[in-house]
């Protein structure tokens, strides 16, 4: 389970046919990589990824086609939204997210307001 609430910027490039790249530079990185595991669950964009190795400033995560084919994550996007997944006793502070993708949408128009987007 996630909560939703985003905890680094990391940035996504494929590794294998089996597995994606996450670099996650900075202080919100190191972060979220000093309670890393491998086998741990962290959403990437939104899709819970597991990931297989650790290094020094990223990880990598298996991925597999039926994932590829149903997320964003298999269309050459460069910038990724990263967030661990919700350990028992952690603060929630945000809502339950379980991370699977089950489809993508298509934002037909938007409009910037003073500070977000509708």
Do not use: Y
Request: with cysteine; charged share 20%.
């Amino acid at each position: 389970m996630f909560t939703g609430l985003i905890q680094a910027i990391g940035t996504l490039k494929p590794w294998s046919q089996e597995e994606l790249q996450v670099s996650c530079p900075g202080a919100a990185g190191e972060l979220l990589l000093k309670e890393a595991a491998i086998g741990d669950s962290i959403a990437v964009d939104g899709v819970c990824l597991t990931v297989t190795r650790l290094m020094p400033s990223g990880f990598l995560a298996a991925v597999s086609p039926e994932t590829r084919d149903r997320s964003t994550l298999g269309r050459g996007k460069t910038l990724v939204n990263l967030e661990p997944s919700l350990r028992v006793g952690s603060k929630l502070g945000g809502h339950f997210v379980t991370g699977h993708v089950d489809g993508i949408g298509h934002l037909e128009s938007s409009v910037q307001t003073e500070n977000a987007w509708e």
